[in-house]
């Protein structure tokens, strides 16, 4: 991402560490969705602890093709219009087609 866009993963993972410590959370059904920056945003957060989510859900993301491969084993759902005239739908297809 460029202009100053994007997410921290370890930012957004010890976010994550302190709602696990506050609340009633089950570490086995943690869930992580994204759309548009928030897309890349999920897929970086799953490619830096790849053992740490139940399911992907991402909707007109895109994000580090090489190191998907790292959470190819989560099971994931992946969304994006052929009309986005933000973000590019070939961003998300990237990303698919590197986990196969």
């Not at 994550?16 to 959370?25: P, Q, S, T």
């Not at 740490?52 to 991402?58: C, D, I, M, Q």
């Not at 933000?86 to 961003?91: D, H, K, N, R």
């Amino acid at each position: 991402m460029g202009n100053g866009y994007g997410w921290n993963a370890a930012v957004l993972s010890a976010l994550l560490d302190e709602i696990v410590d506050r609340y009633r959370v089950d570490p086995d059904r943690i869930h992580v969705t994204g759309f548009s920056v928030g897309g890349y945003g999920t897929w970086d957060l799953a490619m830096h602890s790849p053992h740490r989510f139940a399911t992907l859900v991402l909707i007109c993301g895109g994000g580090n093709h090489l190191r998907v491969s790292h959470i190819k084993h989560v099971p994931h759902w992946v969304f994006h219009g052929d009309r986005d005239d933000i973000i590019p739908v070939q961003a998300s297809i990237q990303m698919v087609n590197a986990l196969d």
